[in-house]
Nanobody
Framework: RAQLVESGGGSVQSGGSLRLSCAAS??????????MAWFRQAPGQEREGIAT??????TTYADSVKGRFTITRDSKNTVYLQMNSLKPEDTAMYFC???????????????????WGQGTQVTVSS
């Protein structure tokens, strides 16, 4: 069965960096056919899309992370989120997601993904 497994979360001070990884397995279609995305959800807030890499590895970012976060994907099965200059407001549970239908280069919304990871916690202290 399809699985997305995130890793790399943790606690860091403001201004620090973290790199999240998400390994996909068991997808019904080849990995390269999926748009891959990162979402996050802070306590009491809705889940929001923050970075998407489409099937051509073209990327889109939410304004809140643009210039600080970078999404990349390898050719095998893993997508990454490099997070620099972290702020306390970046504290959230981070989720990886895969969508077979992306509709072009755009930031995915919560209704797009076919598969979700279990999430990894990122905590940024001031």
């Amino acid at each position: 069965r399809a699985q997305l497994v995130e890793s790399g979360g943790g606690s860091v001070q403001s201004g620090g960096s973290l790199r999240l990884s998400c390994a996909a397995s068991g997808l019904p279609y080849p990995y390269y056919r999926y748009c891959m995305a990162w979402f996050r959800q802070a306590p009491g807030q809705e889940r929001e899309g923050i970075a998407t890499s489409d099937t051509l590895s073209m990327t889109t970012y939410a304004d809140s992370v643009k210039g600080r976060f970078t999404i990349t994907r390898d050719s095998k099965n893993t997508v990454y989120l490099q997070m620099n200059s972290l702020k306390p407001e970046d504290t959230a549970m981070y989720f990886c997601a895969a969508a077979i239908r992306c509709g072009g280069r755009r930031l995915l919304t919560t209704t797009d993904p076919n598969y979700w990871g279990q999430g990894t916690q990122v905590t940024v202290s001031s």
